[in-house]
């Protein structure tokens, strides 16, 4: 009842960070993983090749999103929403009508940008800044938009693909978008009073109450809790998106399906959704700090079938468990550097934040596509992936307690 009422009397907001989130999948790796197999017959690619294609056009949106990311706080909001929904729709077109390699590259920096960068920085950001007390429940409401786009929309992806073309598929989700994005942000933010520009008072008792001072993107660089926590932060982005970006691969190498295995993100979703609504009301009670360090082991533990079991049982516990630790990830992400940092420049912080998870998955395509062509087994892989995961947990917990060091 608490989540309902909540939830009902912040309906609109909430609705349109919701809404922002779950577009967002049309720049994830899962989505454009449905798509692996045909996008590298079309250009003639490896898995490394498109692996090494991916990693540039990520790591090239990262380095925009800094630049990009931190104009949320200097402008309307309805302005800068409706800006990234109308470039997310551009490049899905982009993506379908590429006809050469360069094209191609091209779409998947764009899509990268708008969908996986902006769309999620757009609504996380303008929700933490709104809430201060219940941003832990706000956060997680709308961070079910994640698991809930990936769970239906890569299904429906799936299913079209048995009637089009992947070029198609990719017209009918950019008209879709075009269709039923843009009218419903512009009518939810229709009376919205500007966050950014209109309400310095609350953003001033925020700080004032929060970490001393007010904290910009240079001297969180020079802050060591930066980067304590960045690589437990880093890993869940990193390790699945390696492997469902390379899903074709996995399915194949266990046995499975890909639709038996994709079918599998229903559970993944419902897992995350669960966990993420649940998260937010630790965080709003304990804090995201204190539950960062644990938030890898359900991850560990799905890595571990993973890597010793070919049954298909086994990609049920790995999407499960996966999902656990994504719904935990996804809303204390939301309300971490808010909680050490403020909000008085929380774009340019989360932007700054964003870019390393951006990276992060644009190095785990190419890399984990460099260890299949090498020949080196999904098990293996799963067991680096563990041994990583592992020693980021550990590394986040030394920061609890550890005082700021603001240069």
Not at 153 to 170: I, K
């Amino acid at each position: 009842m608490e989540y309902l009422s909540f939830a009902w009397k912040n309906r609109r907001f909430l609705a349109f960070g919701l809404l922002l989130t779950f577009f967002s999948c049309f720049g994830q790796s899962y989505f454009i993983a449905v798509f692996n197999k045909d996008i590298r017959g079309a250009f003639s690619l490896s898995h490394g090749e498109f692996g090494l294609a991916y990693a540039i056009a990520t790591v090239s949106s990262a380095v925009c999103l800094i630049w990009v990311g931190r104009m949320i706080d200097k402008t309307r909001l309805k302005t800068f929403a409706l800006c990234v929904c109308g470039g997310l729709i551009v490049s899905c077109v982009l993506l379908a009508a590429a006809p050469v390699f360069p094209a191609l590259l091209f779409a998947l920096f764009a899509l990268r940008l708008t969908g996986q960068g902006l769309m999620v920085h757009t609504s996380v950001t303008s929700i933490g800044r709104h809430f201060t007390t219940e941003r832990g429940r706000a956060v997680s409401i709308i961070s079910m938009g994640g698991p809930s786009g990936q769970a239906v929309m890569a299904l429906a992806a799936v299913a079209l693909t048995a009637w089009l073309t992947w070029r198609q598929v990719w017209l009918v989700m950019a008209a879709f978008s075009a269709l039923a994005l843009i009218p419903a942000v512009a009518r939810l933010l229709a009376d919205h009073q500007d966050e950014h520009l209109g309400r310095r008072t609350r953003e001033e008792e925020a700080s004032a109450s929060g970490p001393q001072g007010v904290w910009g993107r240079r001297e969180v660089l020079k802050d060591l809790r930066f980067y304590f926590i960045m690589p437990v932060s880093l890993a869940p982005s990193f390790i699945t998106t390696g492997f469902f970006f390379h899903m074709a691969h996995l399915v194949e190498a266990k046995g499975w399906s890909l639709a038996f295995f994709t079918g599998a993100y229903t559970l993944y979703t419902l897992f995350s959704i669960s966990l993420t609504l649940l998260t937010g009301l630790l965080i709003d009670r304990v804090g995201a700090v204190r539950i960062l360090p644990w938030h890898l082991a359900p991850l560990c533990a799905g890595l571990a079938v993973l890597a010793g079991s070919d049954h298909w049982s086994a990609a049920i516990l790995y999407m499960g468990l996966t999902g656990v630790t994504v719904g935990v990830r996804i809303t204390i992400g939301g309300a971490i550097w808010a909680e050490i940092y403020g909000v008085e420049n929380l774009g340019a912080i989360r932007s700054l934040a964003t870019s390393f998870m951006v990276v992060s998955t644009a190095l785990s395509p190419v890399v984990f596509g460099w260890l299949i062509d090498y020949g080196v087994s999904v098990e293996s892989i799963a067991l680096m992936c563990l041994a990583f995961a592992a020693g980021a947990s550990v590394l986040s917990g030394a920061s609890i307690g550890m005082g700021n060091n603001r240069g």
